[in-house]
C-alpha cells in the first residue's frame, strides 16, 4: 500500500489549502483515512479522520470547523480542505490508513500505513 500526499504549500494566516491523499495497492472498501501533523519540535498529534464509508467525521479540537475532511472512494483520495488557516497550523501533515474500521480515530498506532508528508507553512 503506498499513500501519496500532495498539496501543501506557503498560505498567508487566514488562507485556504487543500491537501491530498492518494491511496493504491489495494481496495478500499472499509476501514479509513486519517491526517497527523507534526511541528518541529512537537510531537505528532491527530487532525482528522474518515471511515471510507463517509460515516461520521472526527476532528482536533484545535481545527474543527476550520478544516474538512472528505474521500473520493471513485479515485481512493482523500482530501484536507484547511480554511482559515493560522500560523500554529504550521506543519508536516501526514496521511495515515487503517484497514479495519476508524476506530480509535486518533491514536496513531492504531493506522496501519502512512504517507510521507507534505509542508503546510502558514504565515502571520
Known amino acids: 500500500v503506498q499513500l501519496q500526499a500532495s498539496g501543501g504549500g506557503l498560505v498567508p494566516a487566514g488562507g485556504s489549502l487543500r491537501l491530498s491523499c492518494a491511496a493504491s495497492?489495494?481496495?478500499?472498501?472499509?476501514?479509513?483515512m486519517g491526517w497527523f501533523r507534526q511541528a518541529p519540535g512537537k510531537e505528532r498529534e491527530f487532525v482528522a479522520a474518515?471511515?471510507?464509508?463517509?460515516?461520521?467525521?472526527y476532528y482536533a479540537d484545535s481545527v474543527k470547523g476550520r478544516f474538512t475532511i472528505s474521500t473520493d472512494n471513485a479515485k481512493n483520495t482523500v482530501y484536507l480542505q484547511m480554511n482559515s488557516l493560522r500560523p500554529e497550523d504550521t506543519a508536516i501533515y501526514y496521511c495515515a490508513a487503517k484497514t479495519v474500521g476508524v476506530l480509535p480515530a486518533r491514536r496513531i498506532e492504531s493506522y496501519d500505513y502512512w504517507g510521507q508528508g507534505t509542508q503546510v507553512t502558514v504565515s502571520s
Open positions: 474518515i471511515p471510507w464509508s463517509s460515516i461520521g467525521t
Open positions: 495497492g489495494r481496495t478500499f472498501s472499509s476501514g479509513a
